[in-house]
């Protein structure tokens, strides 16, 4: 049984909430539950798409995941747990199945780098993103970015989400 991420399927879509309390930081632990339920996706024949969002309010990165300069040495230090995240983050990228990020709060970090290696990045209305050059930007200010491909209203990612996948069937 997993503490943090919670695995609903619909009509060929596996839906992954991550919650790890009211922050939902992407931690090592979270990360490991991440990496098991990809695994476990990947291999069920049922599951077409994958959706990642955040359980509560917000989908960002623990500290630990992101790079610091040492002082003493001037050297860039990356924590193992940055390491590990960035495989799981190829493996999302990879994936055979489709995987679509949904915003539905403020991300950033290692959120903002899971929303990266999906296929399809749909943010609700009011979602901000803080990029990667630490920019904080409004859902359609990431749209006319590129960063999002689609900004629905608040509460209907979900179900744009699973019409997406149903309209990739039909195709």
Do not use: W
Request: with cysteine; aromatic share 8%; charged share 20%.
């Amino acid at each position: 049984m997993k503490r943090f991420i919670k695995v609903e399927k619909r009509n060929h879509v596996a839906v992954v909430r991550m919650n790890q309390s009211m922050l939902n930081r992407l931690n090592s632990e979270v990360m490991y539950e991440l990496q098991e339920t990809m695994n476990e996706l990947q291999h069920d024949a049922s599951v077409g798409s994958i959706v990642f969002m955040g359980e509560y309010y917000k989908m960002n990165g623990d500290h630990r995941t992101t790079s610091f300069l040492r002082e003493e040495t001037g050297r860039l230090y990356q924590p193992i747990h940055a390491v590990a995240a960035r495989a799981i983050f190829q493996r999302i990228s990879c994936s055979s199945k489709q995987t679509i990020a949904l915003l539905t709060n403020f991300t950033f970090g290692g959120g903002y780098e899971l929303v990266l290696a999906c296929d399809v990045r749909i943010a609700e209305e009011p979602v901000q993103l803080k990029l990667t050059n630490g920019m904080t930007v409004s859902a359609q200010e990431a749209c006319n970015m590129g960063k999002v491909q689609h900004v629905v209203q608040k509460g209907k990612g979900l179900e744009y989400s699973l019409a997406l996948n149903a309209l990739e069937k039909e195709a």
